[in-house]
């Protein structure tokens, strides 16, 4: 299993999934086989229907779309790619949660401008498959989302030369940049504002201070006058680097400390203020919880069904129950071939090292004891927790910080490179019409 992988976090949807709001034709149109790819095909229908999504959402805009031959080349070549990602995954065992796939709906949902519910109905209305395809659609693209997550950054090699060079970039000392815990409170103004309207604005945020420095919560203050997207949640955006924002407004976060009032600041869009609730990173010592841990991994695969790597699991924490020591059922049955033969051993693991089904079982065990069996995207695992301890991991996360930013920068031209060394070496056939 890849360390630098489950560091890496989650990659962006990668947009294949083709709404069903197309002609009546496209179904009705008699389906052949185009392609040929190793043990499967691409069919007509699924290129006709990725054509017609794509011609539909450049629809105000036609001329962005190169020459239907080209388009329907490059339609026919992604499905292709696509089709070699899926059977790699199934002959790998890799799947997605239920819960995954209705994050993914409802983030498809929010992006057509509607809710979960609403999106359904709309669906539902073009007919019950059409709810079927878009959940398929959904989940085919977060399983190559996962493939490439488990296949890429293995391929990934990141010396200590290169993050020492790094951390001494400018993008370096970017990154290494203490991070802010912060609350937001935004006052919009049109690019038209005349100065009446501007100084409406800050006497408003004026008036916010005023309250806050009274008593008031900084988060109901944000309710109360705040126009940004994240006003109904306090104003909470979460960990942010000064440098992440406009020069005007990283300025106004520099040397501050929690508590500190930021701002108010105008902006490109309007007047910010912020609250410093905590400050992590930077000189600052930071103290993390390490976990001794051991796990043994058990995937499907070409001749393990789903259903006997859940079979096995739970045997193997039966026999775990009957005494049977874990390094050696590790050495047995542990599918991680990196740590099978250490008993498992993954070390002193810190937090967000591990997938979160991984590192939620690991916080609900304790020390001394093991987890019952978790499903991740890697297979079935159990966990024995040996020992936790506080740690300054201040230069430790600083250098995984920097090895994240160093692959996540690779990650894009690696994948393209895989996807090429798949598609080369697999039998392709492109049937003529």
């Known amino acids: 299993m890849s360390i630098f992988f489950l560091r890496l976090g989650a990659l962006a949807l990668l947009s294949i999934v083709a709404l069903p709001f197309t002609s009546p034709a496209v179904s009705q149109e008699l389906d052949r086989i185009v392609a040929i790819v190793d043990d499967g095909v691409v069919m007509q229908t699924q290129l006709t229907e990725r054509l017609v999504a794509i011609q539909q959402r450049f629809a105000n805009d036609p001329d962005q779309l190169p020459p239907a031959d080209v388009l329907e080349e490059q339609i026919l070549e992604r499905l292709i790619v696509e089709e070699l990602q899926m059977q790699l995954a199934r002959r790998g065992g890799v799947r997605v949660s239920d819960e995954q796939i209705d994050q993914a709906f409802s983030e498809l949902a929010v992006s057509n401008g509607m809710e979960p519910t609403q999106f359904l109905e ?39 030369a290169e993050v020492e060079s ?3 970039s400018a993008e370096g ?47 109901n203050l944000a309710v109360q006058y705040s126009t940004s997207p994240t006003s109904l949640d306090g104003g909470q955006i979460g960990w942010r680097r000064g440098i992440e924002f406009a020069p005007e407004i990283g300025v106004v976060l520099e040397e501050v400390n929690p508590g500190d009032i930021a ?32 796990h043994i991994l058990v995937r499907p695969n070409e001749i393990r069904s ?31 071939v990196a740590n099978a033969l250490d008993g498992g051993d993954l070390g002193w693991v810190l937090p967000g090292q591990m997938v979160p089904e991984f590192e939620a079982a690991t916080d609900l065990t ?6 019952e069996p ?13 020992d936790r301890r506080d740690v300054d991991m201040s230069d430790d996360i ?19 490179l895989w996807i090429r060394e798949l598609r080369s070496e697999a039998f392709i056939q492109i049937l003529e019409n």
């Open 366 to 371: 304790p020390n001394g004891e093991t987890s």
């Open 166 to 168: 790094f951390l001494v």
């Open 374 to 386: 978790v499903l991740t995207a890697f297979g079935w695992h159990i966990l024995l927790v040996e």
């Open 306 to 336: 789903e259903t006997d790597a859940r079979e096995l699991i739970e045997l193997i924490a039966a026999k775990l129950d009957e005494g049977e020591t874990f390094e050696e059922l590790a050495r047995t049955y542990s599918d991680d």
């Open 173 to 219: 000392k970017m990154w290494s940049a203490p991070e802010l815990l912060l609350q937001h409170i935004f006052l919009e103004l049109p690019s038209t504002a005349g100065p009446s309207e501007v100084s409406l604005a800050e006497e408003t945020m004026a008036r916010v201070i005023r309250e806050f420095d009274s008593g008031s919560d900084f988060g």
């Open 122 to 160: 709309e669906l539902s209305s073009f007919g019950e498959s059409s709810v079927t395809k878009v959940i398929r659609d959904l989940q085919n693209e977060l399983i190559i989302q996962q493939l490439q997550q488990i296949q890429v950054p293995q391929r990934i090699q990141i010396t200590d």
């Open 398 to 416: 600083m250098r995984q910080q920097a090895t994240n930013v160093i692959g996540s920068q690779r990650f894009e031209e690696e994948l393209d």
């Open 263 to 294: 701002g108010p600041v105008r902006g490109a869009g309007g007047i910010h203020l912020f609250l410093v609730t905590d400050v992590r990173g930077g000189d600052e010592a930071t103290m993390v919880q390490q976990t001794k841990t051991r």
